[in-house]
């Protein structure tokens, strides 16, 4: 029975090539788009889903309340991990670190020789604690001993190897990694990496004893005020423990500490499982994967195996007809309704078998197209996996039965005695029938449209947010940063400064704190007494010296420049501070002043424009600028030539560099254009563009081959027709506008219905943006105009070789 099963369908799939050809495309194309998806989606996933007792441990975070809004970071002030594991019950196990990029590792191997390793990443002071709650396999050393003390250092197995190439890892231990040139210890473990996904990447434990009393007196390790995302406290908490209650008690506690009542710090916890999606917080300066796009990625790969089932269904319902007597006779011999159905599922499985295999070998390509989505350590080898081959298997099944279920039911409803007398095309459900394909190829085009309308409201937004007057000028100008140490200044800085201010290609200079627009934050609180009343409010805050505001072109509208101070002295403000302040000419805030600290005020001396700093998301807020000399360590320059791949650029920023390596020769030097950097804070809009795009042109693909399948159905259905109405004097473009005539009309129905959701969709979407460029007629009306034209030239395809064909040939049979 199987056997005969699969020899009718493999003789009914090669016996209509076109079709069959057709529906693979199709369902390949989905398919392949489904795996691709499924790989990211389920990588993204499961982050950090194998630590044991993963769902009891919990980062603990700080929400800070300033009078105007709040700011929530990923780390915690030192004293407080002392408090939890005193005075908070309910915790098993706790651990603290603090992490650290970009350190310098001298491995000194000898008296004559020594390594040294710039600039290593992923390095924290981890307590002895940290081995405890995160389970790492250990290739030497202990962990009950390794961490314990100051002088103590544990490696990862790369970093071992790099550090000590060719040697047993028994004989690592105990060598000497010096960091920083200052901090000598010994190695006294090596663990093996995790080799599932995870953000605890780090390679290097430094014993937190360690460089302890160092945090405390540089870092403000030590003080209850002071937060950095650097500072981590992660519990364990007891299996009894309820992670609401633990975080009120924890906020309660710390609040009858009363350390820092100029600022209200709330602490809450983070699942272990939240800290790879949750952009709110970080994950150590890694890939923050979006819920949002995960999902999105997955409604385009459900709309593209939809679109392939949608073309199955159509064609398979369209050709129904021709296996009318098959099924009379089948009936006629016995057949019962399910044995048909089987059939048919059955010849669904061997096509969905089919392009499966097809999809697989498209699978490498569909990852190029969706490469700004796909994890770096994400490889085509994932598809063997065994989570993998389950979901294909049940892919399969699942596209079978909804591709192959609808058409084999309709099929076997056919009555023998109807289909044997040629009856077929009298029955009401012949009618239907075009009714559910016309219904299905209008779904499709308007999944189809509505991709292409987005698409390009998110392509003019990207465009508009890019190319928009930021207040500031950003053209020609580059920005590089130089060491900084905020606990041992040293006057190199301006060293440099005055080298760079001998090279001909630049026109100014100035060295101070990060661009107008940039991704870092800083913020501060001001209090201003207005009318006897104090008024308070968060301000972004910018280091600017006295060429700042000339090099990137504000306007300062009233007042004066800052002049040069190593110390804050004074502040200009913009004029969304003035309008916040209630002033009703923003002038007037100029000479009023900032009360900070008990005794201290500083005066406004200006009034400078408003500028973006932010994405286009964000409006403009209250910002300052002010001169603080000692802590100026980027250097921002406008080149006087124009062009980047000038040769005037090219030897100005040679110069540049030979200058940087004069005073800091043990520092590798990069810089970066502005104009390149702004472009940046739109990363996630360009990848939901990229993905639009690829899945608007897949969809009208995908459409397309089901609308010609279905015009070779129907101009072979109509072949003595057109060969009746050519003998009759019709001339080609009449033919051909005949044929397609009922598919545009469908065409124009999907634009119909897919506008006005599409319109819903994207002024939901540009809602987000503060500044947003609009919902142009011209949008809209280009994609109706644009996919019409895809549709006819998709159907001239089939009908213009129909109508051109000699009616002799298609009428001589009768």
Known sequence: MLRNYFLIAVRNLWRNKAFSLINILGLSIGIS??????????????????????????????????????????????????????????????????????????????????????????????????????????????????????????????????????????????????????????????????????????KEFISLATYKSSLEARNGYGQWGSISSSSQ???????????????????????????????????????????????????????????????????????????GCINFINLTTAQSSKRAREIGIRKTMGSSAWQLIMQFLGETFLLTLLATFISILLAPWIMKLFSGFIPEGLTFAALVQPKMLVFVLALIILVS???????????????????????????????????????????????????????????????????????????????????????????????????????????????????????????????????????????????????????????????????????????????????????RHPADVVGKYIEQGKNQRIPIVGLVSDFHTHSTQAAMGPLALTCQANYHNRFNILLSAKGKNTDGWKNTIASIEKSWKQIYPDQDFSYEFLDDAIPKFYTQEQQTARLLNWSAGLAVLISCLGLLGLIIFTTTQRIKEIGVRKVLGATIPQIVSLLSWDSLKLVIVAFLLASPLAWWAMHSWLQNYTYRTGLNWWIFASTGLGMFMIAFLTLSIQTVRSASDNPVNSLRSE
């Open 401 to 583: 039965i909804l591709s192959g279920l609808y058409p084999s039911i309709i099929v076997t409803k056919f009555q023998p005695a109807v289909v044997l007398k040629n009856l077929t095309f009298n029955q009401r459900g012949q009618s239907r029938k075009a009714w559910m394909r016309k219904i299905l190829t209008v779904s499709q085009f308007a999944i189809a449209q509505f991709f292409i309308i987005a698409t390009l409201v998110v392509g003019q937004q990207i465009r508009y947010s890019v190319n928009m007057d930021m207040g500031f000028q950003k053209e020609a100008i580059i920005n590089f940063s130089t060491p900084l140490d905020f606990y041992k200044l040293d006057h190199k800085a301006a060293e440099l400064q005055e080298k760079l201010k001998g090279i001909p290609g630049i026109h100014k200079i100035s060295l101070a704190g990060d661009a107008p627009a940039s991704n870092g934050t800083m913020m501060t609180t001001f209090k201003l007494n207005k009318d006897g009343k104090d008024i308070e409010t968060t301000v972004e805050l910018k280091y600017a010296d006295t060429a700042y505001i000339n090099l990137y072109g504000l306007k300062v509208l009233a007042g004066r420049n800052l002049r040069q101070s190593d110390t804050t002295t004074e502040y200009l403000v913009n004029e969304a501070y003035a309008r916040f302040l209630g002033y």
């Open 33 to 202: 788009a489904a795996l691709v998806i499924f790989l990211v989606v389920q990588y993204d996933f499961s982050f950090d889903r194998f630590h044991k007792d993963g769902d009891r441990i919990y980062r603990v975070v700080s929400d800070m309340h300033f009078p105007d809004q709040e700011f929530k970071n990923s780390g915690v002030c030192g004293p407080l991990t002392g408090m939890i594991r005193n005075q908070v019950p309910g915790i098993e196990e706790s651990t603290a670190f603090w992490t650290i990029d970009n350190i310098q590792v001298d491995i000194p191997s000898s008296v004559k020789e020594k390594k040294t390793f710039k600039k290593q990443p992923k390095v924290m002071y981890a307590d002895e604690h940290f081995f405890r709650m995160f389970n790492y396999q250990w290739l030497a050393g202990s962990p009950r001993e390794a961490p314990n003390g100051p002088g103590k250092t544990v490696l990862t197995e790369s970093r071992a190897r790099a550090y000590f190439p060719g040697s047993d890892y028994s004989k690592i231990i105990g060598q000497t990694v010096i960091y920083n040139d200052t901090i000598q210890t010994t190695v006294t473990g090596i663990v093996k990496e995790f080799d599932q996904p995870t953000d605890f990447i780090f």
């Open 233 to 307: 406290f992660f519990i364990k908490l007891a299996k009894n423990s309820k992670a609401a209650e633990i975080a009120k008690l924890i906020t309660k506690t710390r609040a009858a500490q009363k350390k820092d009542d100029y600022l209200k710090t709330d602490n809450d916890l983070q699942p272990l499982s939240d800290i790879h999606f949750n952009a709110t917080y970080d994950a150590f300066e890694q890939r923050i994967a979006s819920k949002k796009v995960l999902f999105g990625l997955i409604a385009v790969a459900t709309f593209l195996l939809l679109l």
